[in-house]
């Protein structure tokens, strides 16, 4: 069987997308593309992983959509431009795999939602939905091992550093800019709001716990109340946007629950950060912890940025693109579609509203 | 030498045969629960309940444990017979039945002190002292679970938020100024809520997000908190605290328990406060506060709206 052909769409932030969408043997990086006017370093690092892959850079969307007979396209630019870029590939006939968000408007992603339908394609948000322990957690509740669901928690902490702590600008110093903190954050990683426009938590990250929650509990989410805050770094304080952020979710079949995520702080967690999730049904409850399966390792003069615990048996990768090959085979959904980005952005900025507001906020629900 | 008496049901009154020995300035006199041999272990008068305490034995003890599932007759009722008072649980009383309590154990110069021993764990003094002492910084982000079994002895359902109102308010030091709370009916009838899930707003852009439930088939309950703050987090979770038995089958989870040390520093506090005839920690000040949020998670519960005020 003959590879999926795919054409990388700009490859700013850390590359685990395409990185992923390759580990799978049905699908093929063969070249990568962006627009001619985008900004230097973007030139810089998109050259940077052609060479890297053997694979050519071109600064021409539409000649890596029609030239290079590829048929899937692989979005992880700039967050404000996830959606243009995923809609001229739909557009072009070519199924989507987008990195997180969907879009910074829900306007945006409504628009990606039309393409896709229009086009006929598939769209698939990475997302972490087959890590082993949500793999686990779905058997588990599927199973009836805790009657029917009614509650579902997820704490989302990513114990990562985000330039100085809040309070240390001295009173003479400028506010920090926004996107030059971010290119500067690609160094070791931490760069996942690279953009213009400055992104809080629940923007940057918030696709991936509210994806588990869509899938434990099978239903949308339709009320929030959020309490939000830049407590930890001066980045979020000075450019008016969280790092951490508490979610109360009312959803569908009366099924509650809460999100709370946060970028705490290297300091404030052992290794990548404490994500849980809590589950509530009517015949028992269930924790399970993210991270596991996972091995503790420790050793002398061992740097203090490395993790302690590594995961291990970790497919998620893989099981992504499988997922997408065969919604691509069998014409069904993927796990994480556009119409589903396009509810958890909804649900995201319902929640930036309430907490600005201080009231619980309806999400723009459409099922 | 303080001599104690504890008054409640046999659940409430054993453990604390173990735990005041501990204490070399306290002894057990009198003990008033169905099972009148909890008296005999540790030589103390027996009695029924605290009235027949009261009327029998009251020249032998200074002081009384009370279990606050019987409520606030026996509570004035052991201040109106001159005793010193801890009630330990949560006490369901409105704000003037605890003023008038207030006001009838100062005029008598008594110690009252009222809430849970969750606070006196170990474990949580531990969570406190990684806050004051400044090490994990402000705290921005308390995140609790709690979940109990259906407690169908008591045939009480529905979820009270006051033990974690009160350790939302002690772990901040502060006052919420918002309250947002939903509920849920999981397995108790459609007009009793056997779920809350509470939000608090404090000052500085501190919240809490605590969910409570009580669906939880018979056996072990499951408590969880953490604490973000601006430098550090600390977490004190069940999940991290559970050892492992194998008996064929799936492997079982157990904790190892922590209750009995909370029991004691919550004792130890108490007689403390009498001895150096000082309000005790978690005083009437806390109660009150405690009682007020907990009318406004009412409120926002029957609004479906946050509730706000200043503080």
Redesign the interface.
């Known amino acids: 069987m003959e590879p999926f052909r795919c054409a990388v769409l700009s490859v700013v932030k850390h590359a685990y997308v395409p990185r992923g969408v390759s580990a799978h043997p049905r699908f093929e990086l063969v070249v990568v593309a962006d627009d001619p006017d985008c900004p230097e370093w973007v030139h810089q690092r998109n050259r940077q992983f052609a060479d890297e892959n053997g694979i050519p850079y071109v600064t021409d969307v539409a000649v890596a959509l029609n030239d290079y007979n590829v048929q899937v396209a692989v979005v992880s630019s700039q967050a404000e431009r996830h959606c243009d870029l995923s809609i001229r590939a739909a557009a072009a006939g070519k199924h989507v795999v987008l990195d997180k968000p969907m879009s910074t408007s829900v306007s945006e992603c409504d628009r990606l939602v039309r393409a896709v339908e229009q086009s006929g394609v598939k769209c698939l948000m990475w997302n972490r939905n087959f890590l082993p322990a949500l793999v686990h957690a779905r058997e588990l509740i599927a199973s009836g091992a805790i009657g029917q669901l009614?509650?579902l928690?997820v704490?989302f902490?990513f114990?990562k550093d985000c330039g100085p702590?809040?309070g240390s600008r001295g009173p003479d110093d400028p506010p920090i800019d926004w996107l030059q903190h971010q290119i500067a954050a690609h160094a070791d990683g931490s760069d996942g709001g690279v953009g213009q426009e400055p992104m809080g938590e629940l923007k940057i990250e918030g696709i991936y716990p509210l994806a588990y929650v869509r899938m434990l509990t099978g239903v949308g989410v339709t009320r929030v109340?959020a309490?939000t805050?830049?407590?930890?770094h001066q980045v979020t304080a000075d450019n008016q946007v969280e790092d951490?952020a508490?979610v109360?979710l009312?959803m569908e079949q009366?099924i509650?629950g809460?999100l709370?995520i946060?970028r705490?702080?290297a300091?404030?967690?052992p290794d990548i950060g404490?994500i849980?999730l809590?589950a509530?049904?009517?015949?028992?409850?269930l924790?399970v912890?993210e991270a596991r399966p996972e091995v503790a390792v420790y050793y002398r003069n061992q740097p203090a940025h490395e993790f302690r615990h590594r995961r291990v048996a970790v497919d998620n990768d893989y099981l992504l693109m499988d997922n997408l090959a065969q919604a691509i085979d069998g014409d069904t959904s993927t796990i994480l579609d556009a119409h589903a980005g396009r509810a958890i952005a909804a649900t995201v900025q319902a929640a930036l509203e309430s907490g600005r507001l201080?009231?619980?906020q309806d999400v723009e629900f459409v099922n | 030498m303080i001599r104690l008496a504890l008054a409640g049901d046999n659940r409430f009154v054993e453990p604390y045969l173990s735990v005041v020995p501990h204490i070399a300035s306290a002894q057990i006199c009198a003990v008033a629960a169905s099972d009148a041999s909890l008296a005999s272990r540790c030589g103390a008068q027996p009695a029924a309940d605290l009235g027949q305490l009261v009327a029998r034995h009251t020249a032998e003890w200074d002081a009384v444990v009370l279990d606050a599932t019987c409520g606030t007759a026996a509570a004035r009722q052991a201040i109106e017979a001159g005793k010193h008072l801890l009630i330990r649980g949560e006490l369901q009383v409105t704000q003037s039945e605890l003023d008038a309590l207030n006001a009838l154990s100062r005029d008598r110069d008594l110690r009252l002190m009222i809430g849970c021993e969750t606070r006196f764990g170990p474990a949580l003094q531990t969570v406190k002292d990684s806050i004051t002492s400044g090490q994990i910084g402000d705290p921005g982000l308390l995140r609790i679970h709690r979940w109990e079994t259906a407690d169908q002895e008591r045939q009480t359902l529905t979820c009270s938020p006051q033990r974690e109102i009160d350790l939302a308010c002690w772990l901040f030091d502060a006052s919420p100024e918002r309250v947002f709370a939903v509920n849920h009916s999981a397995v108790a009838p459609t007009n009793s809520a056997d779920y809350l899930q509470i939000h608090l707003g404090f000052p500085q852009d501190g919240m809490a997000l605590i969910d409570i439930s009580r669906s939880l088939p018979r056996g072990d309950n499951y408590f969880s908190l953490s604490v973000i703050g601006s430098t550090g987090a600390a977490y004190a979770d069940d999940h991290h605290n559970t050892q492992l038995v194998f008996g064929g089958g799936s492997a079982t989870a157990h904790r190892t328990t922590e209750t009995q040390a909370a029991l004691l520093a919550q004792l130890q506090e108490f007689l403390a406060s009498i001895d150096e005839r000082r309000d005790p920690a978690a005083s009437l000040v806390n109660q009150r506060l405690v009682l007020r949020v907990a009318d406004a998670v009412t409120q926002s519960l029957e609004s479906r709206q946050a509730i706000s005020w200043d503080t």
Do not use: C, M, R, W
């Open positions: 009614y509650a928690h704490d902490y114990s702590s809040k109340f309490q805050a830049a407590h930890f951490l508490s109360t009312e009366g509650v809460s709370s946060g705490i702080g300091a404030s967690h404490e849980k809590h509530l049904g009517t015949q028992g409850g924790v912890s201080g009231q619980p």
